[in-house]
């Protein structure tokens, strides 16, 4: 099968659905004529589409998602980018309060079908206001799906189905996984929210990891199988809806868990997904779960201090161990 | 429009009622004072065009021609309310009739008539959208943000800002150094104007020719209407920091005594033509209280339905 | 002086005990080191000697009660000694309903338990601080209906015995084995262990080295795509000692003495026994002898010593009635077998080998020569 990139596999879904259906639009700061986005995720697409559906706004990121919304709820797709994930923080009543309540709080009368893209992740010096992953945020708000693909496969099939869909989606970046290739088809698929992928089968010890912790805890299950311990990495892909019963039939095989997440500990990702098992499967543990995740600071700057905080192949390592 | 402001006023009047008998829960936000504005603008709408509205809603909702038995059971949290419930007085939605929501968090709906805007623009259709918002709105980041947006786009929307003098009890001069919140319009490089909201007829006059550039693609306008509630900012509000003299004086300027008076002039309309009206308005609220209090309430677990489309 | 009489720590686990017979009373005099109290725990019964001598003053546990661990049981003082209770920080003992010491199993383990309703208090825990894990339960109950034997004791594979278990394995994977077999008339070979008292294995090992050095395509080992034959003659002889199995190497035997070979061996068995050979002493084997005859094993197949091609497994002597020219006649007879690696060697060769072995052996006073 070929190979592209995470970002060209976006870029693809994009086009593709852009192609498909005309109400798909795309709005945010520099993703048109002249930038292509700060990630060049649109790159290219202007050329096809033309200014009015590949929309250069303003920096004005509540006004980007709220414009998302209305025109949602009247007869369009917009998928909506804020440049940096950090910076949802200025669109959060837009993106909590309105895109996310609006079916529910006017009584299921009108759909919202809304993606917002942005960018998460540490690990390019670029410091505390553009390298947040705040993933469980969204997984906190009721009427949001959330979806964090890890591989250029997902990222493209889960795209197609968030515009193809019927709520907002907060379709989760991971700045590390622009420039990484996989396998793609050339032909037409999606994939489902709320179906994990078991990222490679194990029987020892269940790693459940999210974006760019997927790959390094694909690094640690290569590594630990040379001494015997086998590892299951599950990727759930969307966090909202989120596929527990892939986790859990993971961790009744191999009654240890380890959540690896990027972001924050204390009520992070892991924390949730920590907590659904400890809740629906404790009687499969055989040892307590650990988890492997940014300690509660705002990321540093400088690199060896950045480098310090997120998670990666020792800490997982040792979070196995510690278990296995 | 008499007819229409006549039924926001009786509606209001009589939710007022309901919230004594302890048949509504929560809070509400009356219109009572305002009706000119949502009238004279939604006047010059058709049905397919939308309008955005706030936690003061009731009034935006009639005047776009929804149902009054079904906005009076939603208020009253019933199933067979607009939102099933869900919404209450301060979220009705008709999305039938182009009107795409009521929210509580102030500024919130400007946005979201730009994206309308937007929509409309993009899928090549001739609408409008009014959007409705407070003078306590004007000083949010959504304002200037959705505004801006609009205007350098030159969508279909018309600002249509409600200047009732207090959001909540702080008073617009104490929060603001400009006297119109017009002005503003300048900064974005569109057409603004402040117009007595309490005369429905220049409201509509405002309306009409904003909703015209609207329509013929030269962009949005901002229409400021200086106006005043009847009421305090809530029901639990008694509005003590209201100079009576002041109220006393808004009241005098009450935009339905003020239109009926205009109406009665010779070659208009006949009291007994208004008293007509009025009559079939009170039957028609009185229908909907009926339907409202016989409706049922919602079965609980229906709490867990519609989160998700 | 005021010393205090404590619950002792009668286990690791101790949380409390219970006070019995109190062997004295209060304001009897009391002896250093004679039994004072019977204490119980849940696991033993103990007498508690006196700390100190003097007169016991008071007894703060009565029998039957229970105390917790360094609970103040009584207080000794010196016969004239003023004592005010109030002096000692009396912790009264707490009686507690938990009596009973808490099992550390996990969430798997205790699930599984329930399910089948096994008392975790018996199994016995392999995880971290002893906590019972899943795969602890799984046994136990394998083991409780017999399906899996009750394991008695658990030792750990090392040294001798981790390495040969490695090597075996290594080698029935990897080397497609097959075996000759061979029956050799060893009148003569006692003979000459009866006259020069060198040992069987030696004369043995003799006879295997000089016929290794004729037929050499057997002492020799595969390297990837290429058979190395060896020009040394390096002859393990297998040992069998407390810790496993060890092959101590005879370098070049085939240009030795009998008697040096039988010195040699003789010198690395006891090595072996030991525990004291060297990594020369180990290293450089191209063959193997492995005699099991000692046991009255008449006859048995062995596994090649890894990389070597082959390995004679050399069974005990035992008279049998067999025909010459046409009569019965009873001789000493012993059964080899001849395990080689199928890639190396074939049958023939592997024959042939096998049957210059047994011409040595049965020509023995030859070898003496």
């Not at chain 1, 929210?193 to 459940?208: E, L, P, Q, W």
């Not at chain 2, 509504?24 to 603008?41: M, Q, W």
């Not at chain 3, 205790?110 to 339960?137: F, W, Y």
Request: proline share 5%; charged share 25%.
């Amino acid at each position: 099968m070929r190979k592209i990139t995470y970002k060209e596999a976006l870029r693809e879904a994009l086009r593709e659905e852009m192609r498909r259906d005309p109400t798909v639009f795309l709005l945010g700061e520099d993703i048109g004529r002249y930038w292509g986005g700060a990630f060049k995720v649109t790159k290219g697409l202007v050329e096809e589409f033309g200014d009015e559906r590949v929309r250069d706004t303003p920096i004005s990121e509540s006004a980007i998602i709220g414009a998302a919304v209305g025109a949602a709820i009247t007869g369009t797709r917009p998928v909506a980018e804020i440049m940096f994930g950090d910076l949802t923080a200025l669109a959060m009543d837009q993106i909590a309060n309105q895109a996310a309540k609006i079916h529910y709080m006017f009584g299921g009368q009108v759909k919202v079908p809304l993606v917002i893209r942005t960018p998460f992740g540490a690990g390019v010096n670029i410091a505390a206001h553009h390298s947040q992953s705040l993933e469980a945020w969204f997984m906190h708000v009721p009427g949001l799906y959330v979806a964090v693909p890890s591989t250029p496969y997902d990222a493209k099939g889960l795209l197609k189905t968030a515009i193809r869909g019927s709520n907002p989606v907060f379709f989760c970046e991971h700045k590390l996984l622009y420039p990484m290739e996989g396998a793609v088809p050339e032909d037409e698929y999606t994939v489902p929210f709320g179906v994990a992928d078991v990222k490679r089968k194990g029987s020892d010890v269940t790693i459940v990891a999210t974006l760019y912790m997927v790959h390094e805890a694909l690094s640690v299950a290569k590594g630990l199988e040379a001494e015997g311990i086998s590892v299951e990495v599950v990727d759930p892909r969307t966090l909202a809806p989120l596929d527990k019963h892939t986790i859990i039939s993971s961790v009744k095989k191999t009654g240890r868990l380890v959540v690896v997440s990027e972001d924050c500990k204390t009520a992070g990702v892991s924390a949730e997904i920590a907590a659904t098992v400890a809740e629906e499967a404790i009687d499969y543990l055989d040892a307590p779960i650990k988890r492997v995740a940014e300690p509660d600071t705002p990321i540093p700057f400088s690199p060896p201090l950045e480098q310090y905080v997120i998670p990666n192949e020792k800490s997982i390592i040792k979070a196995v161990r510690e278990i296995a | 429009m008499y007819k229409k402001m006549f039924e926001i006023r009786r509606f209001e009047e009589k939710v007022f009622e309901l919230y004594a008998q302890n048949l509504v829960p929560g809070t509400i936000h009356l219109y009572a004072g305002e009706e000119a504005i949502a009238v004279g603008v939604c006047s010059n709408l058709r049905k397919d065009d939308y309008i955005t509205s706030t936690h003061r809603g009731h009034g935006h909702c009639i005047a776009k021609g929804a149902e009054l038995k079904r906005i009076m059971a939603e208020i009253l949290g019933k199933k067979t309310g607009y939102c099933k419930g869900k919404g209450g007085s301060m979220h009705i939605a008709d999305f039938n009739v182009g009107m795409l929501g009521a929210t509580a968090v102030v500024g919130a709906g400007l946005p979201i008539a730009v994206g309308a805007g937007l929509s409309i623009k993009l899928r090549g259709t001739d609408n409008v959208v009014a959007c409705f918002f407070g003078d306590g709105a004007s000083n949010q980041g959504t304002f200037h943000e959705a505004i801006n947006m609009a205007a350098i786009w030159k969508l279909p929307v018309i600002f249509v800002c409600e200047n009732n003098v207090y959001a909540m009890g702080t008073r617009q001069s104490t929060v603001m150094l400009v006297e119109n919140i017009a002005d503003r319009a300048i900064a974005y490089g569109i057409p603004g104007v402040a117009v007595d909201g309490n005369n429905v007829l220049t409201v509509y006059e405002a309306a009409q020719k904003a909703v015209e550039r609207a329509r013929t693609g030269q962009g949005p306008t901002l229409i400021e209407c200086k106006t005043y509630r009847h009421k305090g900012h809530s029901r639990i509000d008694p509005a003590k920091y209201r100079p009576k003299e002041e109220v006393e004086e808004w009241l005098r300027k009450d935009p339905i005594k003020r239109f009926k008076e205009k109406l009665l002039q010779p070659n208009t309309l006949l009291e007994t033509e208004i008293r007509q009206i009025e009559k079939e308005v009170l039957t028609k609220i009185e229908e909907a209280v009926k339907f409202a209090i016989e409706s049922p309430h919602p079965f609980a677990e229906e709490a867990l339905e519609d989160v998700y489309a | 002086m005021v010393t205090k009489v404590v619950m002792p720590r009668l286990s690791l686990t101790m949380k409390e005990g219970t006070v019995g017979t109190w062997y004295k009373k209060e304001g009897d005099i009391v002896e250093k080191g004679e039994p004072l109290v019977e204490v119980f725990s849940e696991k033993a019964t103990y007498d508690l000697e006196a700390p100190a001598s003097g007169v016991l003053r008071k007894i703060l546990v009565q029998e039957n009660d229970e105390a917790s661990v360094d609970a103040i049981l009584a207080v000794i003082t010196a016969p004239d000694e003023a004592f005010q209770e109030a002096e000692i920080s009396v912790e009264m003992p707490k009686a507690t309903e938990e009596t009973k010491k808490r099992v550390l199993a996990s969430p798997a383990a205790k699930r599984l338990a329930r399910e089948h309703e096994i008392d975790l208090s018996l199994v016995k825990g392999s995880g971290r601080e002893g906590r019972i894990v899943e795969e602890d339960v799984r046994r136990f109950i394998d083991e409780a209906r017999g399906i899996l034997p009750k394991v008695k004791e658990v030792i750990p594979l090392s040294g001798y015995r981790k390495t040969s278990a490695e090597r075996v394995s290594t080698s029935f994977r990897t080397a497609p084995h097959s075996t000759v077999v061979m029956e050799v008339d060893v009148s003569k070979v006692m003979a000459l262990h009866y006259k020069t008292e060198v040992s069987y294995t030696a004369i043995l090992m003799k006879a295997v080295a000089e016929s290794l050095a004729e037929y050499s395509v057997i002492n020799s080992t595969l390297e990837g795509n290429a058979i190395r034959i060896f020009e040394d003659v390096n002859v393990g002889v297998a040992v069998a000692t407390e810790d496993g199995l060890v092959v101590p190497v005879i370098h070049n035997a085939d240009k030795k003495a009998l008697e040096e070979i039988d010195a040699a061996i003789r010198e690395l068995t006891e090595k072996a026994k030991q525990g004291k050979l060297t990594r020369e002493d180990l290293t450089g084997g191209t063959f193997t002898i492995t005699n099991l005859g000692m046991y009255g094993v008449e006859f048995f197949i062995a596994i090649i010593n890894p990389p070597e091609a082959a390995i004679l497994a050399v069974g005990g002597v035992v008279e049998k009635p067999v025909v010459v020219h046409g009569n019965i006649e009873i001789k000493p007879m012993m059964m080899l077998s001849l395990s080689y690696d199928h890639r190396i060697v074939d049958g023939a060769p592997a024959a042939e080998f096998l049957q210059k072995v047994k011409e040595k052996i049965e020509k023995s006073l030859e070898i003496e020569g």
